[in-house]
Every structure is written in structure tokens, then in C-alpha cells.
């Protein structure tokens, strides 16, 4: 274990891999103090692990999305970006990607772009109709 990024952080590299899906669990004692000299008000934790993920293989998860699901401030002229947790074939998104106007029932023209490989930008060709849903 060792203390890095000026004190600010604690890492610990384990001998051997973690199995998957181990229990990790980790506690300071009393004596451990921050950079400031105080004690920690919460002193252990724990995680789980997972296996590795192939990414030839693994299917791409959305890891978020903007504006929120949901969101009712969103702007008429505003973008929605989805971001994936691996990156995307650009060549795959065209005629496969849509946005629903519920009000109108109908797809919404838009326009598709990639900010980043793992980032999908929807673009309406027009302004969004102010009363969702979408």
C-alpha cells in the first residue's frame, strides 16, 4: 500500500488478481489521519469484483444519457447524447437510430453525429415540440 497523488489518495495493488466476483473490503484504523491531520469519519468500504470485459466481444451498455430521461427543461432546439460504454461503429448508426415524437406519432428527422467513439449525438433537423414525451 502507498500513499500518492500528494496524500490525497491510497493504493493498493494486490499480490495476485482479485477472483471474480470477490468481496473486496477495506478498513483504516483510528490512526490513520487526512493530509489536514484529521480523523476519517468513515473508515472501511467494500466493492465486488467482475470479470474482464472483452471488448471484441462484449455488447456496448448505455452508461448515460443527457438530457436525463424524464427531463422536462430540455430546450426545442436541444441535442441528446447517449454514451456507451464501448465504443460505437459509426457506419452502423445510419437508418438504425431514432427519435419518436409521441405526440405526433412519428419518428423525428434528426441528424447523427459522434463526438467520441463511445458518445452518440442525436440532433433534431427541427425544433422539438415543447410538450414531451419523446
Known amino acids: 500500500m502507498q500513499s500518492v497523488a500528494g496524500g490525497y489518495e491510497v493504493q493498493f495493488t494486490p499480490s495476485t488478481p482479485f477472483p471474480n466476483s470477490a468481496v473486496v473490503q477495506w478498513f483504516f484504523s483510528a490512526n490513520v489521519l487526512d493530509v489536514n491531520g484529521d480523523a476519517f469519519t468513515a473508515n472501511t468500504g467494500y466493492f465486488y469484483t467482475v470479470a474482464a470485459v472483452n471488448p471484441a466481444t462484449a455488447a456496448p451498455q448505455i452508461i448515460a444519457i443527457s438530457p436525463a430521461s424524464g427531463t ?22 445510419s437508418g438504425n437510430v431514432f ?15 459522434q463526438p467520441s467513439p463511445e458518445i452518440v449525438r442525436l440532433t433534431p433537423n427541427s425544433s422539438l415540440n415543447p410538450v414531451p414525451p419523446y
Do not use: K
Open 72 to 93: 422536462s427543461s430540455m430546450p426545442t432546439n436541444g441535442e441528446i447524447d447517449i454514451e456507451y460504454s464501448l465504443p460505437i461503429d459509426p457506419t452502423t448508426l
Open 99 to 113: 427519435v419518436y415524437d409521441a405526440n405526433a406519432s412519428a419518428d423525428l428527422p434528426i441528424t447523427i453525429t
